[in-house]
């Protein structure tokens, strides 16, 4: 069983920058996958950004390539998502997840039925 909390969300103007964060209760988020999701009410959680476990390669959706950042600090159990440039599109509940399945390719990456364990969600508001 993995707990996971997420933090810093909150309201930021279009064009700034918000930086989420996830913490662990595992002592050994290195052999997990992570990943960042988020959805809007009545739609469904896409996913941001995920980190294989292995070789720390990024999946990123392409509404968010060369704005979002995913990252990883296993020496203290944290995911982090630097998100910049932000859109008004960008607002959304933000869910933290990981997995022990190896993240071999987008589809798999992609798919939330992949990820057991999931945060509580923070809340990301964007000003236009």
């Known amino acids: 069983q993995v707990v996971l909390v997420e933090s810093g969300g909150g309201l930021a103007q279009a064009g700034g920058s918000l930086r989420l964060s996830c913490a662990a209760s595992t002592r050994t988020l290195g052999i997990y996958a992570m990943a960042w999701f988020r959805q809007d009410p009545g739609k469904e959680r896409?996913?941001?950004?995920?980190?294989?476990?292995?070789?720390?390669?990024?999946?990123?959706?392409?509404?968010?390539?060369?704005?979002?950042?995913?990252?990883?600090?296993?020496?203290?159990?944290?995911?982090?998502?630097?998100?910049?440039?932000?859109?008004?599109?960008?607002?959304?509940?933000?869910?933290?997840?990981?997995?022990?399945?190896?993240?071999?390719?987008?589809?798999?990456?992609?798919?939330?039925?992949?990820?057991?364990y999931w945060g509580q969600g923070t809340q990301v508001t964007v000003a236009s």
Not at 82 to 88: F, H, S, T, V
């Open 46 to 116: 896409d996913l941001v950004a995920a980190l294989t476990r292995n070789d720390g390669h990024a999946y990123y959706a392409d509404s968010v390539k060369g704005r979002f950042t995913i990252s990883r600090d296993n020496a203290n159990n944290t995911v982090h998502l630097q998100m910049n440039d932000l859109k008004p599109e960008d607002a959304a509940v933000y869910y933290c997840a990981v997995t022990s399945a190896i993240l071999r390719t987008a589809m798999v990456a992609f798919d939330p039925s992949r990820y057991p």
